[in-house]
Structure formats: C-alpha cells, structure tokens
C-alpha cells in the first residue's frame, strides 16, 4: 500500500525533511510552498528485491523518484533474451518523460523506496515550475552522459575494468546523502549473472576478476554479496 506524505503545517512535508535524497532530486529545485503542493500528490512505495516496477511497452500513468535502494533496467527481445541496460539509483527519476509508454522493463534489484506521483500532476508542475524542468532536463542529460560512458566500459575496457568500474559505480552510489570520500561498503544489488549481462561477459570472468581484486586487497568480500572497499582511490585507478 502507498503511504500518502504527511504535510502538516510545517514549510517542508514530514517524509521530505526525512528524505536523503531529496536535496539532490528533483524535489531539490522545488521553493516551501512548491514541495508542499507536490507533496499533495505524491504517495510513497515501498517494493522488495525482484518486484517489476515498470513493464517494457506498458502505459505510463505515474512517475517516481527513487528514495533508496536500486532499480535494474533491462530490455527483453522477443525469444525471452533479456539484456540489461542500465542501474538507476536514489535521487533518480523513474519514468520516460512525457513518453505514453515505457521502453524498459524496471525490477527492484534491492529493496527500494519511490516518491510517486501521477502523470497529470507532474506534467502540470512543471508547466508552471520552469526550475522543475530545467532539473528534471538536467537529470535526463546526467544519465545521457552515463549511458554514454558505459558503452565505452563495455566496448573498449578490458575485463579488470569494467569490473573494476562496475564495482565503483556501485560504491559512488552507496550513500544516497554524501559523496563517498574515503572507504565504502556496500551490498552487491546484482547477481553474478546479471553482472556478467551488464558487463558482457562471463559468470567465470565476472567471479575471476572479482578473486583478483580481493587478492589485492583492492576489495574485501564476505557471503558473497557484501563488498568493503577500503580506498576508493585504488578501485578508481583501476578503472581505466
């Protein structure tokens, strides 16, 4: 069940001031009274590892903002093939602006909190809220630019890099409300089959690579999933 935001009388909705990511959302570009009208709409959701959150080539009747935790977005061919695409995690924006249908298929690949709101009421702020759009363009332009990176990742970076710069993605990620300055430690949001989808390669390569950079002390794994990296400097330089 949605959880409707909590407006109260104060200048910033309850749920807002608690938001990590809202600063560096779009919510961020919004004045007291402008977050308060947006917060009339919106409901928060809260969905576990594995729930689809956006079917490929179905209607798009709400938009959402992550809060916490990360999205997987993926494209499936027609013999059930499935590659996927892109990562999205807290402040992105969730959805395909002013798009009538999705063209991804997006699964929660962690438990994952959104601000949702409705088509209608988004399109209508940003009509008359010119900073909600220019953030919201800034936004899709960011991910434009990752998405650009990431197709050198996988065209031109040998298998310890990409490695190397998937594990930094995450990790730059790992705290919704600051920057990453020195150590992180983060849970892997990808199985070892859907990194090997994301990176191009194998589950083998994935898991060897993985080997050699714990062996280098470059990382510290335990179960499997949660990954310590004590310098994010030395990942960096791996990176290409």
């Known amino acids: ?10 200048e910033t909705p309850v ?8 600063h560096r959302g779009m919510c961020g570009a919004l004045k007291p009274d402008e977050l308060i009208e947006f917060a009339r709409h919106t409901r928060k959701e809260r969905h576990e590892h594995g729930d689809e959150l956006i079917g ?4 798009i009747h709400a938009y959402a903002n992550v809060m916490r935790g990360v999205i997987k977005l993926s494209k499936v061919l027609e013999d059930g093939r ?3 695409v892109g990562l999205q995690f807290a402040p992105d924006f969730l959805g395909r602006l002013f798009g009538r249908e999705s063209v991804v298929t997006a699964e929660a ?13 988004l399109e209508q702020m940003m009509a ?4 909600l759009e220019h953030r919201l363009m800034q936004q899709t332009l960011r991910e434009l630019d990752e998405a650009r990176d990431w197709m050198v990742t996988l065209g031109r970076k040998t298998a310890q890099e990409k490695v190397a710069s998937f594990l930094y993605l995450i990790a730059m990620h790992a705290d919704p409300a600051a920057e990453p300055v020195d ?14 989808d994301f990176l191009g390669l194998t589950i083998e390569t994935v898991s060897r690579q993985l080997t050699k950079l714990r062996q280098a002390g470059v990382v510290r794994i ?5 990954v310590e990296v004590p310098e994010l400097e030395a990942l960096q330089g791996l990176c290409g």
Not at 15 to 22: H, P, V, Y
Not at 56 to 59: I, L, N
Not at 222 to 226: G, L, P, S, V
């Open 222 to 226: 335990t179960n499997n999933r949660t």
């Open 56 to 59: 490929d080539s179905t209607a």
């Open 82 to 84: 499935q590659q996927l």
């Open 15 to 22: 749920l807002c001031r608690s938001c990590e990511a809202r």
């Open 128 to 131: 008359s809220t010119p900073a």
């Open 1 to 10: 069940m949605g959880e409707r935001l909590d407006i109260h009388n104060s």
């Open 109 to 121: 690949a962690s438990a994952v909190d959104l601000c949702v709101i409705p088509r209608p009421a």
């Open 183 to 196: 150590g992180v430690s983060f849970e892997l949001p990808l199985s070892r089959s859907d990194i090997a």
